[in-house]
């Protein structure tokens, strides 16, 4: 759509006619018509409006802007009469609205550049680093605090995070292992089988499963289950102020809210890794009696004595560690949530990302302590 | 003149038992009508049947003369583009600046580039009383006041015929509500709007409605001018405004 005739310069005259639909679908068109025009350079301009027959307030916005634009090119300016509209528009889109609003008067968000980005951050990383420090200092004075009042200690709270977050996970840790078993066993036995040492794979299972992925496999499972769900539990609490309302009461939401959850999973992990054991090397058992002729019988005899119970235990040492990692961070993000929504859903992400991190490299620096250690 | 709003015989029925059971109402162009009630009255549901977030379960609900249920998609679209509405926390995307926010429906439904678009969001923010250098910070960094008023521009992206509002003066200290109840004033004269106020507060419900709808028992008691509306004989009406802030905002009227 364009009119041209919805402005129109009458050189002569000096008379500058608007007429038509003066509305926001019209102004990319009224703007160009208007940039099109030559003014004279000094004297006087008459702005006529009486024949615009809609006009809305972006129109009135253009409409009036051209009135403070020429008088900023050093024109005398004369408004012809206004309609009962317009001039209702005009108490509404003052001069002063016209001032703040032309030229470049949008302002900018400020984008830092890289190397600014790069300190923001890394200052950002290490106040973190602080505030967590903190934060598990907090938590340490809170417990001796606490331990001292047996009726504080919220046995009950601990028995729910057991529940929900050890009860409740069962089945999906089982299944999980059982494949996990299931897939080590394929990839292993493959090899085996060309060396006729099929029934090697009860050491190489009972190593891997016990040592290693039970406690790996769990860990990442309830950090993505649970460290998530701590973090977006006590975000919208702390969004709700019911953390403010928990202090206001005398209770503090470490003792209520944060010791319960991490005294919770401390036991509730190791007995799901325990549980995860179980369940790979029935996983790895299924496919050793389906594909490599190491019958459960012959699984089950070799097992004692090739696998050291040490063994079960450094594995299961390791989920305790673990537990406290997940917990602490989890919660840790989540009270760092602070008036903004959007927070929540970022700290819950950076909350399973670090959980995770931090297991995996808890858990090299373990491996290589156990071997300097001969264990 | 046919009436911009007309709802007709609306039932809508939540938890179990009916909110509002043969309700009528209509709003005439160029208006400002109130909706009061009690608590749990059916205020806010009725504000959300009308801007097409709830689907009554029997009834129609017309907005310029289109029946908002049984329109197909692409005529919702045009009626829901010449109405704005202010929600009771804002509802400001909170991931954007106010700009951003405000230049939203403008990107979404005009065909304007965008210096433009950031030109004519500048202009509502400006319009409804913010200063131009809040159109760079976030939601999250304003107060209660300002956002409302950074809502209310949001509503009016679109130079709307129509502009519902819930609650709007909640939560703000008089002086700020006051304000907000003349900018409405100005705008409404201005911008020629036809405005639905759902509102608890009996100051704004004084000061700027041309007629007020009283809702209770599933339907509207009374529909009239504030000052007639108070004299109605219903006990619920006569429970709402004969407390003692109802006889302060009264005597506040007459003075």
């Known amino acids: ?375 | 003149m046919t009436p911009i709003i007309d709802v007709s015989h609306l039932k809508i029925k939540k938890g179990g038992h009916w909110v509002h059971n043969d309700l009528n109402l209509t709003v005439n162009r160029g208006e400002i009508l109130g909706i009061v009630g009690g608590s749990g009255c059916g205020k806010t549901t009725l504000l959300r049947a009308m801007i097409a977030l709830t689907k009554p379960d029997s009834g129609t609900i017309s907005i310029f003369n289109e029946n908002l249920f049984k329109v197909s998609a692409e005529k919702l679209l045009a009626v829901q583009c010449r109405f704005g509405v202010l929600f009771q926390e804002n509802a400001l995307f909170s991931s954007l600046n106010l700009l951003e926010n405000i230049s939203f429906p403008l990107c979404e439904h005009t065909l304007l580039d965008k210096q433009s678009i950031e030109r004519l969001a500048l202009l509502k923010i400006v319009m409804t009383g913010l200063l131009p250098k809040t159109a760079a910070q976030y939601p999250a960094e304003l107060s209660g006041g300002m956002l409302r008023r950074a809502g209310l521009a949001r509503a009016l992206a679109l130079d709307p015929e129509l502009l519902f509002l819930d609650e709007p003066t909640a939560g703000l200290d008089p002086v700020t509500a006051t304000g907000f109840d003349e900018l409405l004033l100005t705008l409404k004269h201005s911008m020629n709007l036809t405005v639905v106020i759902v509102t608890h507060d009996l100051d704004t419900l004084w000061t700027i409605t041309d007629r007020v709808a009283f809702l209770g028992e599933g339907r509207v008691l009374c529909v009239d001018k504030m000052s007639q509306l108070v004299t109605h004989p219903h006990p619920l009406i006569q429970v709402f405004f004969s407390g003692p802030r109802g006889r302060r905002a009264e005597d506040g009227q007459k003075h």
Request: glycine share 8%; proline share 4%; net charge positive.
């Open chain 1, 1 to 375: 759509m364009s009119e041209q005739d919805a402005v129109v310069y009458l050189a002569d005259k000096r008379v500058l006619v608007c007429q038509n639909q003066w509305n926001l679908s019209n102004l990319p068109n009224l703007e160009n018509l208007l940039q099109n025009i030559a003014w004279p350079s000094t004297g006087t301009v008459t702005i006529d409006g009486q024949q615009i027959d809609a006009m809305d307030s972006a129109g009135a916005w253009l409409f009036f802007s051209i009135e403070y634009t020429l008088a900023a090119r050093g024109l005398t300016v004369v408004l012809a009469k206004l309609s009962e509209a317009q001039s209702a528009m005009r108490t509404l889109i003052t001069p002063k609205v016209i001032q703040m609003t032309v030229g470049d008067a949008v302002p900018k968000e400020w984008i830092p550049s890289w190397l600014t980005k790069l300190g923001m951050q890394t200052v950002d990383g290490i106040l973190g680093l602080t505030s967590y420090l903190a934060f598990i200092g907090m938590l340490t004075a809170e417990a001796i605090r606490v331990l001292a009042y047996p009726s504080k200690w919220r046995l009950r709270e601990i028995a729910n995070i057991v529940y929900r977050c050890g009860y409740q996970a069962l089945p999906i840790i089982a299944m999980l292992s059982f494949m996990i078993g299931v897939v080590i066993t394929y990839q292993l036995g493959l090899q085996l089988r060309n060396y006729g040492a099929n029934r090697y794979i009860v050491d190489l299972l009972g190593l891997a499963v016990l040592r290693e992925f039970g406690p790996l496999i769990t860990a990442i499972m309830v950090a993505g289950r649970t460290g998530s769900a701590f973090t977006a539990q006590l975000g919208t609490m702390k969004i709700n102020q019911e953390i403010d309302a928990l202090n206001t009461m005398g209770v503090t939401p470490a003792e209520l809210l944060l010791l319960p959850r991490i005294i919770g999973l401390f036991i509730a992990l190791p007995l799901l890794t325990f549980w995860a054991d179980i369940f790979g090397l029935l996983g790895g058992m299924m496919m050793s009696n389906n594909m490599l002729q190491v019958t459960w019988h012959d699984f089950l005899h070799r097992f004692p004595r090739v696998i050291p119970l040490k063994t079960l235990f450094i594995g299961l040492g390791k989920a305790p560690l673990f537990a406290l990692v997940i917990a602490s961070v989890g919660c840790f993000q989540g009270m760092k949530v602070k008036d903004n929504t959007n927070q929540i859903g970022l700290n819950t992400t950076r909350s399973v990302v670090l959980s995770i991190f931090f297991i995996i490299v808890i858990d090299a620096v373990l491996s290589i302590l156990f071997s300097k250690l001969k264990l």
